[in-house]
């Protein structure tokens, strides 16, 4: 009886969050909710945090460097990635608006991506075909994408302060017949400058199947979401060279996700995420929560630095 209380409760409250009823909130007290909520209704420990989940929750409070918001915007992030390791390693760029209305379609390729630099997913067009393409529709989704304040979801506050940009990207596309093959994502999971561990994700639309290997390249007992794959990935030709990458990336940085394509053997940087599932993801085995938040070193905060 009084699970079901709980689990009503954290239905209720997801619902709230989504309509932007909890959006006045504090970030702390909207925080310790949503924590609650999503983590089998356990209580956030911001006083002496221990976890992996509720470091990320005190890095959100105070860990707040205004390079964050420039390396979480999809757009202004290409600049600084190519001053810090090249411009080879940026997915070209194709074009740049601030509404829907103003994209020139005939001026692009017959393929491209199309996408929101503030948020994670709404409105993106993946273009493979332009004359199949609905140009009304994709319109109608890149503003709502546009409309969209993703901070207020679970307070990442380095999308707070980006200006909202629609951009055009090339289209990613190993050289195989079959161009319905999806991108593979190579995410690390960086500690000031040290990868400690990374997985393999590929999207197979209704079942996405992820695996988490070491610095190694061994296979790790982890998951957090998605199952693991029948067939275990290889070892990517260019692993050594993301793990240097990542580590000149995330340099300075207590924590944050860089994360990768491998496209024809050309690396490009996907993007950089500094709070993972938001803090709130379901780790299994629990154990790792725990290592994983012995590798996030609070004393190195933005707020102990200035």
Same mark, same amino acid.
């Given at each position: 009886?009084? *699970?079901?209380?709980?689990?009503?409760?954290?239905?209720?409250?997801?619902?709230?969050? *989504?309509?932007?009823?909890?959006? $006045?909130?504090?970030?702390?007290?909207?925080?310790?909710?949503?924590?609650?909520?999503?983590?089998?209704?356990?209580?956030?420990?911001?006083?002496?945090?221990?976890?992996?989940?509720?470091?990320?929750?005190?890095?959100?409070?105070? &860990?707040?460097?205004?390079?964050?918001?420039?390396?979480?915007?999809?757009?202004?992030?290409? +600049?600084?990635?190519?001053?810090?390791?090249?411009?080879?390693?940026?997915?070209?760029?194709?074009?740049?608006?601030? /509404?829907?209305?103003?994209?020139?379609?005939? /001026?692009?390729?017959?393929?491209?991506?199309?996408?929101?630099?503030?948020?994670?997913?709404?409105?993106?067009?993946?273009?493979?075909?332009?004359? $199949?393409?609905?140009?009304?529709?994709?319109?109608?989704?890149?503003?709502?994408?546009? *409309?969209?304040?993703?901070?207020?979801?679970?307070?990442?506050?380095?999308?707070?302060? #980006?200006?909202?940009?629609?951009?055009?990207?090339?289209?990613?596309?190993?050289?195989? +017949?079959?161009?319905?093959?999806?991108?593979?994502?190579?995410?690390?999971?960086?500690?000031?400058?040290?990868?400690?561990?990374?997985?393999?994700?590929?999207?197979?639309? =209704?079942?996405?199947?992820?695996?988490?290997? &070491?610095?190694?390249?061994?296979?790790?007992?982890?998951?957090?979401?998605?199952?693991? =794959? +029948? #067939?275990?990935?290889?070892?990517?030709?260019?692993?050594?060279?993301? /793990?240097?990458?990542?580590?000149?990336?995330?340099?300075?940085?207590?924590?944050?996700?860089?994360?990768?394509?491998?496209?024809?053997?050309?690396?490009?940087?996907?993007?950089?995420?500094?709070?993972?599932?938001?803090?709130? =993801? /379901?780790?299994?085995?629990?154990?790792?929560?725990?290592?994983?938040?012995?590798? #996030? &070193?609070?004393?190195?905060?933005?707020?102990? *630095?200035?």
């Amino acid at each position: 009886m009084i *699970r079901n209380l709980k689990n009503f409760r954290s239905r209720l409250i997801f619902r709230l969050i *989504r309509n932007g009823r909890l959006n $006045k909130l504090s970030d702390e007290k909207f925080l310790k909710i949503k924590y609650w909520a999503s983590m089998d209704h356990k209580h956030l420990n911001l006083k002496n945090p221990q976890t992996y989940n509720e470091k990320l929750q005190w890095l959100k409070l105070y &860990d707040r460097n205004p390079l964050y918001t420039t390396l979480a915007d999809k757009y202004k992030m290409k +600049e600084w990635v190519s001053e810090k390791i090249g411009e080879e390693y940026v997915v070209p760029l194709l074009g740049v608006w601030d /509404k829907a209305e103003d994209i020139d379609f005939d /001026k692009l390729p017959n393929q491209f991506v199309l996408k929101c630099n503030h948020n994670s997913g709404l409105g993106m067009v993946i273009c493979k075909d332009k004359s $199949k393409l609905n140009i009304v529709e994709v319109k109608k989704n890149l503003s709502k994408g546009l *409309r969209q304040d993703y901070f207020y979801y679970s307070r990442e506050w380095p999308y707070k302060n #980006i200006v909202k940009k629609i951009i055009a990207e090339q289209f990613l596309c190993n050289n195989t +017949e079959d161009q319905n093959d999806s991108l593979i994502d190579y995410k690390f999971f960086c500690f000031d400058g040290q990868p400690k561990i990374m997985y393999i994700s590929k999207d197979n639309s =209704s079942a996405p199947k992820t695996d988490f290997f &070491d610095m190694e390249f061994n296979h790790l007992n982890l998951r957090m979401k998605d199952e693991n =794959s +029948e #067939i275990l990935p290889e070892k990517p030709r260019k692993f050594e060279k993301m /793990k240097e990458l990542a580590s000149k990336l995330s340099h300075g940085i207590p924590h944050v996700r860089v994360d990768f394509y491998c496209v024809n053997e050309q690396l490009y940087v996907g993007e950089m995420t500094f709070f993972h599932n938001g803090g709130f =993801s /379901k780790i299994n085995p629990i154990n790792w929560n725990n290592i994983m938040g012995d590798w #996030i &070193d609070l004393s190195k905060a933005y707020c102990y *630095r200035k």
